[in-house]
């Protein structure tokens, strides 16, 4: 009846069972306070069923913050056990417990909170940035979403119910084939990214369609923004990365499910073959994630230098040399498999090369700066971070990738540091330059930004204290996964700085969190208030009054002097973001418009058509979670049923003519004086 | 509704093909995937037989012109529709699902008279990739087999709307798309592995 799911799944020991009350506590707090503020109704209509892609986006946002938190703990625990499990101590974790958690670490940190970010980015921004009203496929952009979710849960609950993959974040076979691996965790990590995977690969197609076919008039490929030309490179690499991963977890699954001889290491399996495959995506997924980081900061650049950004045409090469080059240079994960000096000089040379569109990207960037007003802002303090960091990581990976040097550094901590330094100083820095700058945007106040810079610090402070030891220790000999040494190595005070590297940066998510509250708790006078004041400050100059400090105000909807079309809207904004969508006629185009201060003619509204809230896409990342749970724990019914709902509810929805509604030229016209009066 | 609305229904056509287009080459990644894996593996019969022990040709010709027929009737059905022939298209599409599921029937028989003699997935690495590639596609077909019955219990209750003759050109694209994914089956692995 339940496969192999019986009462041993719910034994855990102590430290598990910590984790599993602290997420225990929360969803019971969550449930609680919802039931109390009476607000299930609110979540389910706004945001549980929204087809609105910038309420998916916050709702990505939540979810990747969660993760952080709960990758956070188990980076942590990695760190404390390295600092502890030294000669006769034997630490805090069990070896299965460290291998478990440091295999969850990296999935978490990849598939939830760096994939989440950037997923969050392209629903808050790419509609608004290009001019539209919504994406391609506003059903098809929640269900992707709620895949992820499931995802999200899945790896959750592996932590109450059974145990998780213990064979690192990309479970290499043999190690991960039913012989070594008998237990659930493997599976849980298969169907968690597969699920979230496949809801990556649909959100892939969501958008690129997108931008290929949604643009406002005018704006042509060379006029969108350089975020946009990023996302699409991203884009592009999910389109032909994701679905080998999906190929691949089918293979290890059919492998594990049916007995198959795919990757086994006996009958005429082939296990290198799966770490070809999963390379072939994995290289590409770190520039899927880095890219719209790059056109974060190109956006944060140009607007806080108050300058075009130098170098577009460059820049936009250059991205697409990225999206080229990074399917040819997979092999560089695995020089040591002895494929031949020749096939590793190719792969070796083709990631020297791929250093030089990304050096580019950099010296734009500080072009851009050369000669400009550049405003000392949070945002721009993570780029600048994000710029020293980034190098020093990037000159890593260009030794690393030297097949030489390779072989004596290959799985130790001096690549866990490289990358690290990638994708924190990279992706993270530029996710919450991303969402400093953007955060007055959708919630109509800014950031505090004394707050912010303490967070910065901590997080480029704590970072070099908890990242530049390991480069140290890799050239000492510390392999990678390593929960135990001996004294004798005189590695430990090079792991207890490491391990206070993650105590600085845990202060530094502190002040972040600290940020949001005070930011909610003292903002600004909302922009209508902000406009208000401003327009009777002019009065008061016309009048020859004197201007008090505190009336001293900011352009309404536009904090930073802003360059794209995000920030022509005022706030707050309408469902259907452009009430009439703009003509493009240049790069920059708000920029433009704000110099040339050109009065907008009487505008002519037209009925816009929007999608209507649905829970299908809710329910069918349900169906897909009990098909994913039944798999691993071998209830085949509980999967049937999961594979039969989804198909039951794909077809109902695609019977459904009517999932739209219209809100017409005239109600338009009404919200647009609306939204005039009270601002 | 006026000429802008109408403009729009267009474009939402537009980019609905455009979108599927786009999965349908992410499908075709997938597969590129199951061939190159069928590649390395199709030697590794780990004493077991091979493809040239194991396929019977004709059969297996058989299948494929079958599978072939069908397409070219899936064209058919979307000519007549958009003529605007109904009982013409209803007519096509019912022979395109009968040969469809005469080619999965195919292909469950050969599969099964495999496992019976002792040649199922677990026996090598070989049977593995090779159940694993021919079977996907025969999933794929299945699934246009469902889709199909829904395609033509919408037409019987809806006619030919906007949305159904979207339908019925994306499900076209989709069935001629596991055509050209046959035609390389039919010739890396069953050409290939007998020659």
Known sequence: MFGRLDLSAFQHNIITLGGIATMGIAVVGIIASLTYFKRWKWLWEEWLTSLDPKKIGVMYLIVAAVMLLRGGGDAL??????????????????????????????????????????????????????????????????????????????????????????????????????????????????????????????????????????????????????????????????????????????????????????????????????????????????????????????????????????GYTSMVWAIWAIVLLSFLVWLHHFFTMGAGG?????????????????????????????????????????????????????????????????????????????????????????????????????????????????????????????????????????TRRLDHYDPSMGWRWLFVVAGSGVLVIGAGVGFQILQIVVSVWQRQPSWQKVDRLLRISKIKKALGLSVTENQKVEPASDPWNGRTLEWSISYPLPVYNFAVIPKVEGRDPFWVAKQTKVQPAKPAYEDIELPKNTPIGLFIAGGAFLFGFGLIWHIWWLATVGLIGVIALITIRMSDDNTDYIITAAEVENLEAQRRRSA | MNSLASDQVMTKNDKTVLGFWIYLMTDVILFATLFATYAVLRNNTFGGPSGKDLFNMPFVLTETLILLTSSFVCGLSVLAARRGSKNQAQMWLSLTFLLGMVFILMEISEFHRLIVDGNSWQRSGFLSAFFTLVGTHGAHITVGLIWLVVLRWQMFTKGFTDSTLRRLTLFSLFWHFLDVVWIFIFSIVYLMGVA
């Open chain 1, 342 to 478: 020749d096939v590793n000089a190719f792969f070796g040379i083709m990631t020297m090369i791929i250093a030089v569109p990304t050096g580019v990207k950099v010296f734009n960037w500080l072009f851009t700066m050369y000669r400009g007003r550049v405003h000392f802002t949070t945002p721009m303090m993570w780029f600048l971070g994000f710029v020293m960091t980034f190098t020093v990581g990037g000159m890593a990976g260009v030794l690393m990738s030297v097949p030489a040097v390779d072989f004596q550094i290959h799985n130790s901590l001096f690549l866990v540091a490289h990358f690290h330094t990638m994708i924190v100083g990279g992706v993270l820095f530029g996710a919450f330059a991303g969402f400093s700058y953007w955060f007055p945007r959708f919630t109509g106040f800014r950031l505090n930004e004394t707050l912010g810079k303490f967070a910065f610090w901590c997080w480029q402070i704590g970072f070099l204290l908890a990242f530049g030891p390991l480069y140290i220790l890799g050239m000492m000999g510390a």
């Open chain 1, 77 to 310: 625990l990695i760190r404390m056990q390295q600092v502890l499990s030294v000669g006769d101590s034997k630490g805090l974790l069990s070896t299965d417990q460290f291998q478990q958690i440091f295999s969850a670490h990296g999935t978490i940190m990849i598939f939830f909170v760096a994939m989440g970010a950037i997923f969050a980015l392209m629903n808050l921004l790419v509609p608004l940035m290009i001019g539209s009203r919504d994406v391609a496929f506003p059903f098809l952009n929640a269900t992707s979403f709620w895949l992820f979710a499931t995802g999200a849960v899945l790896v959750n609950l592996s932590l109450a119910v059974g145990e998780f993959g213990a064979a690192g974040w990309l479970s290499y076979p043999p190690l991960s084939e039913l012989t070594y691996s008998p237990g659930v965790g493997i599976d849980y990590w298969i169907w968690t990214l597969q699920i979230a995977g496949v809801g990556s690969l649909l959100s892939g197609i969501n958008f690129l369609t997108t931008i290929l076919t949604m643009r406002a008039p005018g704006m042509t490929l060379m006029r969108m923004p350089l975020f946009i030309w990023s996302v699409l490179g991203s884009l592009a690499l999910i389109i032909f990365a994701f679905p080998i991963l999906t190929a691949t977890l089918a293979l290890l699954s059919l492998d594990r499910l049916l007995g198959m001889h795919i990757f086994t290491s006996e009958m005429g399996g082939n296990p290198m073959m799966y770490v070809n495959l999963i390379w072939a995506w994995g290289h590409p997924e770190v520039y899927i994630l880095i890219l719209p980081a790059f056109g974060v900061f190109s956006e944060v650049v140009a607007t806080f230098s108050q300058k075009r950004l130098f």
